[in-house]
């Protein structure tokens, strides 16, 4: 299975894109991993509500240009299901076995996804209800999806 992580908006500090790499390099036994970013919008401060909804429409369709229509679609979003590591790795590997073959996680930008990609989205997964650093929960995204791995093939992975 084919996994792409598209996210918006780049990975700016060294110690993300170290942490990053490193979890590219231990996936690659398992699975092949892409990651695309799509470019981030400015926001002004004190946007309005309806400025917002265009930032999160403009970034949502460049995100859709990644997103194939055979893909499996996990949406990261505040609304989401919240799962522990092993559901996780289990619904991963559900999808195996239903024979998926390119599974796409998303990551919007600072004020989150576009309607037009969680409609899209076939799950939406949350890791909390805290809000975290879009370059920081890519990290904490990869960890997940590399603990998953293990957890599947019966290898030690610490708690």
Same mark, same amino acid.
């Given at each position: ?9 780049? #990975?700016?500090?060294?110690? *993300?894109?170290? &942490?990053? !790499?490193?979890?590219? +390099? ?7 991993? %892409? ?31 990644? #997103?194939?229509?055979?893909? *499996?679609?996990? &949406?990261? !979003?505040?609304?989401? +299901? ?7 790795? %289990? ?69």
């Amino acid at each position: 299975m084919k996994i792409t992580i598209l996210a918006v908006g780049k #990975i700016k500090e060294t110690f *993300y894109r170290n &942490a990053v !790499a490193e979890f590219q +390099k231990r996936l690659s036994r398992y699975t092949k991993l %892409e990651i695309i970013e799509t470019a981030d919008e400015k926001t002004p401060d004190e946007a309005s509500e309806t400025e917002n909804r265009k930032i999160r429409e403009m970034e949502g369709e460049r995100l859709m240009k990644h #997103i194939r229509a055979n893909a *499996y679609v996990i &949406a990261l !979003a505040i609304e989401g +299901k919240m799962m522990d590591s092993l559901e996780l790795s %289990e619904k991963i590997r559900q999808q195996g076995v239903y024979g998926t073959s390119h599974l796409v996680f998303v990551i919007g930008g600072s004020l989150g996804l576009a309607d037009m990609v969680l409609e899209r989205a076939d799950f939406k997964l949350s890791f909390s209800k805290m809000t975290f650093p879009h370059q920081l929960m890519r990290v904490i995204l990869l960890e997940q999806i590399y603990r998953s791995y293990r957890i599947m093939n019966h290898e030690p992975y610490h708690k």
